[in-house]
């Protein structure tokens, strides 16, 4: 099975579009969505109607919790924060309601997908270091997990060591963010995995930043938000 694994649209419609396009590409027979569809970007709706028409794996982010719920919004930071109140404003009441229902995680082939740790994924602690996913290592069993949230493509290695997917050593991997990537490069990025091969690719690829970073503008959201897209930080 050849799974491709998105995460952290951020209602950036363009970088979706476009993600959806080469896995048509590639040959995927699943597609796993970590969550955090929404925030930031000005297409929230749109994103969320692309991604359910594309698949059932779909999982809760932080994200799509605070702009459905506006808990611990305290939490964000106030770009951040404005774009989840403007969020909130936009959803309808079924994209509301299909968010509150999303799962924190899901075991697939067996495979552990989340959104931000397998240790509390509900409470959206991050996995930054090789320390910290020594942590994490201790709270799920399967060979690999999937997570987003950090919006940065990384492996990590039980043994440290590894950075080669292998099928004798376990794995946390981090498949970065469609629409809001922050390593320092704006291109759209998600993973995929071929179970038969037991081998991960992780793609980046342009897509029309421009166009998403104007609607931003024009959505009247802050101004940081469409300038950090353009560089990916």
Known sequence: MRIAIISDIHSNLEALDKTLQLIKQKNIDEIVCLGDIIGYG???????????????????????????????????????????MWTSKQLTEPNKEFIRGLPNKLELNGLLFTHSSPYQPEEWH????????????????????????????????????????????RFII??????QPRDLNWKLSFGIFDTDKWMYENIRAE????????????????QPLAERILIGR
């Open 42 to 84: 000005a297409n929230p709706n749109e994103c969320i109607d692309l991604v359910r028409q594309a698949t059932s794996k779909i999982l809760l982010g932080n994200h799509d919790e605070a702009a459905t719920s506006l808990k611990q919004i305290e939490d964000f930071n106030p770009y951040a924060r404005n774009a989840v």
């Open 126 to 169: 991050y996995i930054l270091s090789p320390s910290e996913a020594q942590f994490n290592f201790d709270f799920f069993t399967q060979p690999i997990c999937f997570i987003g949230h950090s919006h940065a493509p990384v492996i990590f290695s039980e043994d440290y060591w590894a950075r080669d997917v292998v099928r004798d050593k």
């Open 174 to 179: 981090n498949v970065g963010s469609v629409g």
């Open 207 to 222: 897509y029309d930043v421009k166009t998403a970073s104007d609607k931003i503008r024009k959505a009247g959201l802050p």
